[in-house]
């Protein structure tokens, strides 16, 4: 099956049809992969690093944080964006320039998922995406995130900025307790490492948008939960 799924990607190749990016990386990958299907781990890095020049350009062990890619086939991607000099030569960052942006950016992403998933976009001071962080636990009514791997994430990444998203499978898209927690936790982790916040933004399967910085919640929760107003608090305390 795998074999026939292959001749064909090379029969489009060869017609000179248009390749979609996952169908690229796909072939580059039959290398690394004699005989496994290379579909579901070219979509996978594509989750996270948004591009295959995000790809080329990734550490070593930033590519083995991707289920399925190990030491050798994360050394072979790297070692095939250095001998391209693909870092010089590929731009197709994904780039989030405003707030509307992102919403239209997160809703495709979030749109049609039957559990809920939470997603970390990272990116840099011309909002180019540099990493997607995407977490979720296979239910439809929950997710949920160790701290530590949203800082392991900020550490690898060193991103200017973030915005979060994530969806509501059944109900509205107004914020639970448990969200409005989660923001305010999220806030002071980007505090503590010298990143901006810029959105939280939450989606419920008709459609609806609730905005953190739209509803004008996003500065309120910086000035209450940032290492700059526990230190004041902790002074006016003394």
Excluded: W
């Excluded at 964006?81 to 405003?98: Q, R, S, Y």
């Excluded at 840099?124 to 160790?146: C, F």
């Excluded at 949203?150 to 448990?178: D, E, R, Y």
């Excluded at 305010?184 to 989606?203: A, E, P």
């Amino acid at each position: 099956m795998h074999e026939g799924h292959r001749q064909r990607l090379y029969q489009k190749l060869r017609n000179g049809d248009n390749l979609f990016e996952h169908e690229l990386l796909e072939m580059l990958l039959f290398n690394a992969y004699p005989r496994k299907n290379t579909n579901p781990i070219a979509h996978a890095l594509l989750k996270r690093f948004s591009s295959m020049s995000a790809i080329f350009n990734a550490e070593i062990e930033e590519l083995k944080e991707v289920e399925g890619v190990g030491e050798e086939v994360a050394t072979y991607l790297k070692c095939v964006g250095l001998c391209t000099n693909l870092k010089n030569k590929v731009e197709g960052f994904a780039v989030i320039k405003n707030y509307s942006e992102f919403k239209e950016f997160a809703k495709l992403r979030m749109v049609g998922s039957h559990t809920e998933i939470l997603e970390f976009y990272m990116v840099d001071k011309a909002g180019k995406v540099l990493r997607i962080y995407t977490y979720s636990v296979g239910d439809p009514n929950k997710v949920e995130v160790d701290p530590k791997k949203i800082i392991k994430a900020i550490t690898l990444t060193n991103p200017n900025g973030m915005f979060v998203a994530h969806n509501h499978v059944t109900g509205n898209c107004l914020p639970s307790q448990k969200d409005e927690d989660f923001t305010k936790q999220i806030q002071l982790i980007c505090s503590m490492h010298n990143v901006q916040f810029y959105d939280h933004c939450i989606f419920d399967k008709e459609g609806g948008i609730y905005s953190y910085y739209s509803e004008g919640k996003i500065d309120k929760i910086k000035r209450s939960f940032s290492i700059q107003s526990i230190i004041k608090n902790d002074e006016n305390r003394n």
